[in-house]
């Protein structure tokens, strides 16, 4: 039986290779859960099976014949593979209509479908770094985090789009700490994870090597954990970020903390580039979205895998089941 409450998916960047993904999602997932896509009708591929609802109480029962559209008009028209400045004030309200649905209980879940930030600066003024703050802003809260996941493995990074030179001043103990408990908070929420065991890496190669390559794991990180352990968490490390992420080691942990971005992100692309999904943690209601950005390259060509996108409204139903 699907999922009563459907997931609501938004456009993102209509130029891009969203509206195609949104069409192969629903081919692949018609049987099995229920969303609805949030965005301008015309702008999904040609030959596209979709039907237009009202409201999402009608996604589920439209769901086996056809992609449910909450439509949503945009301004003026679709270029495929070239960004427009008109659509950024549309793409916005995806988001916004996404969010106001899923608050008001009429939708399980949120997951976006990438964007197009300078074409949201250009055409409206964005002023968040991205999906993550903006949807922090909409849900009125100040901390949040990004999780990458997988079936193979879950990875949070705690500093994420700075320059490498710029980690160690913002990995603070107060950063970390925070990072450390919306992740486990949420992997009990969220995931059905009673005591999640999460391994925490070194900032420095081989965890700071007794001190000889760096004392940032000697000085404050390792006693940080420490304390967090006293407190009732299940924290491993510091540990050399090189030998933590093989299959043996992840068996042994629900996720780990990356201290920067690619020390997160490399491993997962590495080890399932097509399935990662991104989830933000610290919301008070379920996003993921694919892993990946608008592929101008080689929207309308029809060759755009949708597997990230599929994984992420899996992700998103399950979450929401969970929650």
């Known amino acids: 039986m699907l999922n009563t409450r459907p997931i609501a998916l938004t456009c993102g960047e209509p130029a891009g290779i969203g ?9 692949a997932l018609k049987g099995e859960l229920s969303f609805f896509y949030i965005g301008d009708a015309s702008h999904l591929p040609d030959g596209a099976v979709y039907e237009r609802i009202n409201s999402p109480a009608e996604a589920s029962a439209v769901m086996s014949r056809a992609l449910p559209v909450l439509n949503l008009p945009f301004e003026g028209p679709r270029t495929v593979g070239v960004a427009c400045a008109n659509h950024a004030k549309g793409v916005i309200a995806s ?18 479908l990438p964007i197009h930030k300078k074409a949201l600066k250009d055409g409206a003024g964005f002023a968040f770094p991205g999906h993550t703050e903006f949807l922090a802003h909409l849900a009125g809260v100040d901390e949040v985090v990004m999780m990458l996941a997988s079936p193979q493995l879950k990875v949070v990074p705690a500093t994420i789009h700075i320059a490498l030179s710029e980690v160690p001043r ?24 009673k005591k999640p065991r999460l391994a925490i890496a070194g900032l420095n190669p081989h965890a700071g090597e ?11 990180i390792a006693p940080l954990l420490s304390d967090m352990n006293a407190e009732g968490y299940a ?6 970020a090189d030998t933590m992420f093989h299959a043996a080691a992840r068996e042994g942990y629900d996720a780990a903390i990356a201290m920067y971005h690619d020390q997160a992100l490399i491993p997962i692309k590495t080890l399932d580039f097509d399935r990662g999904v991104n989830v933000t943690l610290g919301l008070p209601f379920v996003r993921t979205s ?11 060509t ?20 969970t929650a």
Do not use: Y
């Open 95 to 112: 988001i916004e209509r996404a969010v106001k649905l899923v608050q008001s209980g009429e939708a399980a879940a949120v997951c976006t």
């Open 210 to 220: 007794g001190g000889a390559m760096g004392r940032e794991e000697l000085d404050w």
């Open 290 to 300: 694919p892993d990946h950005g608008t592929a101008f390259d080689i929207a309308g």
């Open 170 to 193: 913002a990995l603070t103990p107060a950063k970390l700490r925070r990072v450390i408990e919306i992740t486990s908070a949420e992997l009990t929420a969220r995931f059905g994870l």
């Open 19 to 27: 509206p195609e993904l949104a069409a192969k999602a629903w081919e």
């Open 235 to 240: 924290l491993a490390g510091p540990l050399p």
């Open 302 to 321: 029809g060759v755009a895998n949708p597997s990230s996108t599929i994984e992420a409204l899996r992700l998103a139903a399950q979450m929401a089941r």
